[in-house]
């Protein structure tokens, strides 16, 4: 049976950092506009500080352009690729107002751009509001894009059928769209006829078309087939076989458990990679640690470092995964200290990554440090990181503790922002079985009601708890029905067995 145990000075002082994240939040908003005052001439830094602060986008630029500079077009598409946050769409939206001179590529990422943030019926308005000549293959394309993402797949195929009927589906674009909302689908034979409809149209297959077809073959369990593409590949269609070729090939064997075909094609990754592409370092390092290479992901992770001035945030990610992964946890402490006294910007995905492999090795203090490090120097979600110490506490027998952790998380998000992972809520509910605790699990049971987190698993659970402590309740039903959960047959019998004898049902 677990028992709890007292909280410690130390615990203490975890809970007491979580208590003051929305003052250091506050701090930090007041130290922002210094902090980058020095990058006020540059509009991307503007820019992209909206997607942590918050902001209009429309403000912003104009007061960019009442400061008397130019923001230029392309200034402005560079943006777009770089940036990777809500404001995108109110990018183009501003550089639609101006009349800024959009080409059909343009008007294309756009549409795709307000798919991503308003939904497929917005997008569908905006195409249908375009002029004939705005309706092209790249039009058309992003809009059947959006389609194949969202599953609508008999939206794509009417559109792929007018692509096709108006000529727009002639290059392999369209098809791979087609193939990679049959690989979402889960049904990866249809992909080799979809292959042969192209060949049989004379459609050149691009990289994207051949590494789908490797992986739909992948999932059909004809490792071997996907081979004879490759040899394809590399036979009539070589220009097309870059160092992506080889890292598919690699994950397609390292899902297969066969390590030393995925050695080899990773060294193949490498030869093919150019000296400047981080992505394929990054790759590179995520499949050693798949295949249990410790030696080769810190060979790797010196090449990276010896091979660009600066290392980037998603760079330093990828090798503390790997590390964590491959539980080298001396590794990845010095890398995540490396990196927490050099980053210019914290991205709190990193100190979760060594928040979570210091827990797993029962490393606490350094994982408080780490947290507390994180609130000092981020404005971002702490809800995953107090999530792993819950789960800490609770494997622990530290009830109180892990409680605590919860309504930290609880009191800090909005409703829609965060939600336990279910396997927490089991642990938690675990222990209310165990010690027949009611009144634990109804104050439970509220904070899960706050993140909109209080579904039947849990009113089952609560329900069992009442019957095992001999508790009886007449307004279980009424809550239940005012929760919107459906009354399945065992959760109507656990009602009956909790009704008080002198109320009729």
């Known amino acids: 049976m677990i028992r709890c145990r007292q909280t410690s000075a130390r615990q203490s002082g975890l809970i007491r950092s979580v208590c003051t994240a929305a003052a250091a939040e506050e701090a930090e908003a007041k130290l922002a506009p210094s902090k980058h005052r020095e990058h006020e ?22 007061e960019y352009v009442r400061e008397g500079k130019v923001a230029r077009k392309s ?47 917005a997008a569908e308005n905006y195409f249908n509001s375009l002029e004939p000549s705005a309706k092209n293959q790249f039009t058309y394309g ?23 009927e108006k000529n727009l589906a002639s290059s392999s674009l369209a098809f791979n769209n087609l193939m990679a909302l049959y690989m979402r689908l889960d049904q990866p034979d249809k992909v080799p006829p979809l292959i042969q409809d192209m060949k049989n149209r004379s459609i050149p297959l691009s990289t994207f078309s051949y590494n789908i077809w490797m992986n739909s073959l992948s999932c059909l369990n004809d490792i071997e087939g996907a081979e004879r593409v490759l040899e394809e590949m590399e036979r009539e269609d070589a220009k097309e076989c870059d160092w992506s070729t080889y890292s598919n090939l690699a994950a397609i064997y390292v899902k297969a458990g066969l390590n030393e075909k995925a050695d080899l094609a990773l060294k193949r990754l490498e ?18 640690a798949g295949i249990s290479s410790l030696g080769e992901v810190h060979r790797i992770w010196n090449r990276l470092k010896s091979s660009f001035k600066t290392i980037n945030n998603s760079d330093y990610l990828v090798m503390l995964q790997a590390l964590a992964k491959l539980n080298d946890i001396d590794g990845l ?43 000092k120097r981020s404005s971002r979600n702490f809800c995953p990181a107090l999530e792993m110490f819950m789960g800490y506490y ?29 396997e927490t809520v089991d642990n938690f509910l675990k ?8 009144d634990g699990v109804e104050n439970f049971c509220k904070m899960l009601e706050k993140v909109d987190a209080l579904d039947s698993k849990a009113y089952r659970s609560l329900l069992q708890i009442y019957v095992a402590a001999n508790k009886t309740s007449s307004e279980m039903r009424q809550r239940i029905e005012e929760s919107g959960i459906k009354l399945s047959s065992e959760l109507e019998d656990l009602l009956e067995r909790v009704r008080p004898d002198l109320l009729e049902v």
């Not at 030869?271 to 050693?288: D, I, T, V």
């Not at 402490?333 to 709190?348: A, V």
């Not at 209310?432 to 009611?438: I, L």
């Open 142 to 164: 992003a809009l059947l894009n959006s389609y194949c993402k969202e599953k609508e797949t008999d939206k794509a195929l009417a559109l792929f059928k007018k692509m096709d």
């Open 271 to 288: 030869k093919e990679m150019q000296p400047g592409n981080r992505q394929a370092f990054q790759f590179l390092m995520s499949f050693y």
């Open 431 to 438: 222990y209310f079985e165990e010690e027949r605790d009611v």
């Open 333 to 375: 402490k010095n890398g995540f200290q490396e990196w927490e006294s050099s980053c210019s910007s914290y991205d709190i995905r990193l100190a979760n990554c060594a928040i979570g492999a210091y827990l797993r090795h029962d490393m606490i203090d350094e994982a408080e440090l780490a947290f507390q490090n994180a609130i």
């Open 41 to 62: 001439g540059r509009l991307y830094k503007r820019l992209s500080a909206l997607g942590a602060n918050g902001g209009s986008v429309a403000k912003t630029l104009n």
């Open 75 to 121: 200034e402005l598409q560079n943006c777009i690729k770089e940036l990777r946050n809500r404001h995108l769409v109110q990018i183009m939206d501003w550089m639609q107002i101006r009349d800024t001179n959009l080409s059909h590529r343009d008007i294309a990422i756009y549409l795709d751009l307000v798919s991503k943030a308003k939904g497929l019926a």
């Open 394 to 422: 609770l494997k622990n027998q530290q009830l109180d503790s892990a409680l605590k952790c919860l309504e930290a998380a609880v009191s800090g998000v909005k409703s829609d922002d965060w939600h336990p992972r279910p």
